[in-house]
């Protein structure tokens, strides 16, 4: 059990790491005392910028995890270095929030996994779209049974531009064009992590997935993973898909990156409708119920894509302090990681895969 407040340290302090401290710098239960980035002087400017003082500031993650204080690390580095930067803070016992994808590959996974339960050392895989306020909602909607039994998932990730969208440094979208260091395409694999997880939220994991990916330039050096469509097969006869396209000249209403994300569930009784993700086009509701002929508009449910981030980690705040297990474990993020990567063997094939097969083992 840890002790208030828990002394939390960062490794990456890049474009998604803005979101990950709102919580801690607003939560009474934790303090950052340590910052780390490859890039000092993007640490040192961080550390002004979130108007931090008495932090230590780091460029070797190792010698930041060698500080005894450190309860919880907050690991925001490319795909690549997850496995690796995160052993090493297994072997020194820090509790682990590790962004997604876990890993690169199944047998990372597993070894990730492993260590974790053999050092007894606690595991969250940070997934921030099932905290998503309409999310949660839905989530609820379902379970009450306002839906009946879901039937199908659709989900749609549409980038565009935005005029209000941050600005993305040069160097985050150089390594998410080097396979090597992503694992996988910007929408399909790196984006497409989230989707994978809403699928597996609220249908559970896929049993067979089929996928067609292909291409298209955004910018003279970024290629899309787009057009996609991915098709999922759940238990007990239920469908869903994954379609990805993007759309140069739609303008997304957003303070992040440019995209809408929509969600669409049948279920036997009703549909719920997930209007909002990353950004939204113009004031839909963000969550819309029909049922028994009338439409139900939720419009009081928080839908800035910051709460996404605030409530996970809010979240393993709460279950570090109180003993709870977090979603994702790291068994969780590598069914969500099978299914992704189950998408891209699909595409490679031209044939639907099991999540059986022994290449996601
Ligand atoms: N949950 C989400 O919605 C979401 C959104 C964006 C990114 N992410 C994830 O967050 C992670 C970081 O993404 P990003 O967009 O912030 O990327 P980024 O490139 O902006 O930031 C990565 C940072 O890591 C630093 N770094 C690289 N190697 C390092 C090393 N060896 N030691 C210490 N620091 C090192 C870089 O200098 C950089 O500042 C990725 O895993 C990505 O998938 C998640």
Redesign the pocket.
């Known amino acids: 059990m840890y002790k208030e407040p828990l002394k939390v340290g960062i ?7 803005d979101l990950h401290i709102i919580e801690y710098i607003n939560n009474p239960s934790t303090d950052i005392i340590a910052v ?4 000092i002087k ?1 640490a040192n400017q961080k550390i002004i910028d979130w108007n931090l003082s008495n932090i230590n500031v780091f460029e ?2 190792k010698d930041m995890l060698k500080m005894d204080e450190i309860d919880l690390v907050e690991i ?4 690549h ?2 496995l690796n ?1 995160a052993l090493e803070a297994i072997l020194r016992k820090k509790a682990i929030s590790l ?3 876990m890993c690169l590959n199944t047998t990372e996974a597993s070894m990730l996994i492993s260590e974790a339960n053999n050092a007894n050392v606690s595991l969250k895989i ?4 099932i905290f998503y306020p309409p999310v949660i909602k839905a989530k609820k909607l379902i379970d009450d049974g306002e839906i009946g039994r879901p039937l199908s998932i659709r989900i749609k990730s549409n980038p565009g531009f935005s005029s209000t969208a941050w600005d ?2 040069q ?2 979208s150089d ?1 998410r064009q080097r396979t090597v260091e992503t694992g996988g395409g910007p929408l399909v694999f ?2 497409g ?2 989707k994978f997880a809403l699928a597996w939220y609220f249908m559970g994991q896929a049993e067979e997935i089929h996928a067609w990916i292909s291409h298209t330039k955004a910018s003279e050096n970024f290629l899309f993973d787009a057009p996609a469509i991915i098709s999922f097969k759940f238990s007990e006869n239920r469908i869903g898909n994954l379609e990805i396209v993007y759309s140069p000249n739609l303008e997304i209403m957003t303070k992040h990156y440019a995209q809408d994300d929509r969600v669409e569930i049948t279920g036997t009784d009703g549909v719920l409708w997930i209007n909002h993700g990353h950004g939204s086009l113009g004031t839909t509701p963000s969550l819309v119920l029909y049922k028994n002929g009338t439409y139900i508009n939720y419009n009081n449910v928080p839908s800035g894509w910051e709460n996404s ?1 605030i409530n996970s980690t809010k979240h393993y705040i709460d279950c570090l302090l109180t003993g709870k297990t977090p979603m994702l474990t790291g068994e969780q993020g590598k069914e969500i990681l099978q299914m992704s990567l189950a998408a891209e063997i699909s595409s490679n094939e031209g044939r639907s895969i099991k999540i059986t097969d022994d290449r996601l083992s």
Request: hydrophobic fraction near 30%.
């Open positions: 490794i990456g302090t890049g474009r998604i790491s780390c980035d490859s890039n993007r070797d993650y925001l580095v490319p795909h270095l997850h930067v962004q997604k994808p940070f997934e921030n779209f993305v440094p160097d985050a390594w790196d984006d992590h989230h981030f």
